[in-house]
């Protein structure tokens, strides 16, 4: 059973960049039926989908938030990063890391991570 | 984009049906066929139920279907029990590459 799990500071200062590392363990990231995903829920607003990546590196990201967001992925540590720049109060949030089936599937998410919680407060 | 629209609410009596809406644009849930549906309860992950409007991943009840007409899906759960109750989200493919999902509908079994 594919397991994913995030990492990283739970608190983050208002214009400094959020990092978030998801591991996925039993299986592989380099899977070819796979992309990579962030998803962030905020009690206002539900989820919100942040981007995709490939293993190869190929992204996607929400054009809302397309200019703050880079992402990453190491192959040899199974592991993809999200980094979000410019942070402010809109972006605390419960962030979650989710396996992204096929675009011929439509691109639904079927593994989840637990979830990591992202105050921004100084 | 914009989020799909749907409901704040929605409620049925144990043992009854109950209808989910999700309200997009021709550029996503018009133009593909590829809507799915997450069940999230209280603290916890959300869990795919449908995928490409009306597929079932294994190991979710036959209960729980899907469908799509125009502009709109919609998550339909027969035989509603107690443990149905829980937060439900659309989410549909809106093109060149992009995401969207809906605001989330607060299912109450009464």
């Known amino acids: 059973q594919l397991q994913l799990r995030e990492s990283g500071p739970g608190l983050v200062k208002p214009s400094e960049t959020l990092s978030l590392t998801c591991t996925v363990s039993s299986g592989s990231i380099s899977s070819s039926n796979s992309d990579w995903g962030w998803i962030r829920q905020t009690p206002g607003k539900g989820l919100e989908w942040i981007g995709s990546i490939y293993y190869s590196g190929s992204t996607n990201y929400n054009p809302s938030l397309k200019s703050r967001v880079t992402m990453s992925v190491d192959t040899s540590k199974n592991q993809f990063s999200l980094n979000l720049t410019s942070v402010t109060a809109a972006d605390t949030a419960l962030y979650y890391c989710?396996?992204?089936?096929?675009?011929?599937?439509?691109?639904?998410?079927?593994?989840w991570g637990q979830g990591a919680p992202v105050t921004v407060s100084s | 984009q914009s989020a799909l629209t749907q409901p704040p609410s929605a409620s049925g009596s144990l043992g009854h049906s109950v209808t989910i809406s999700c309200t997009g644009t021709s550029s996503d849930i018009g133009s593909y066929n590829y809507v799915s549906w997450y069940q999230q309860h209280p603290g916890k992950a959300p869990k795919l139920m449908i995928y490409?409007?009306?597929k079932r991943p294994s190991g979710v009840p036959n209960r729980f279907s899907g469908s799509k007409s125009g502009n709109t899906a919609s998550l339909t759960v027969c035989g509603l029990q107690a443990e149905d109750e829980a937060d439900y989200y659309c989410k549909s493919y809106a093109g060149s590459n992009n995401l969207v999902f809906g605001g989330g509908t607060k299912l109450t079994v009464l």
């Open positions: 989710a396996r992204q089936g096929p675009l011929s599937s439509g691109c639904y998410f079927d593994y």
């Open positions: 490409e409007v009306n």
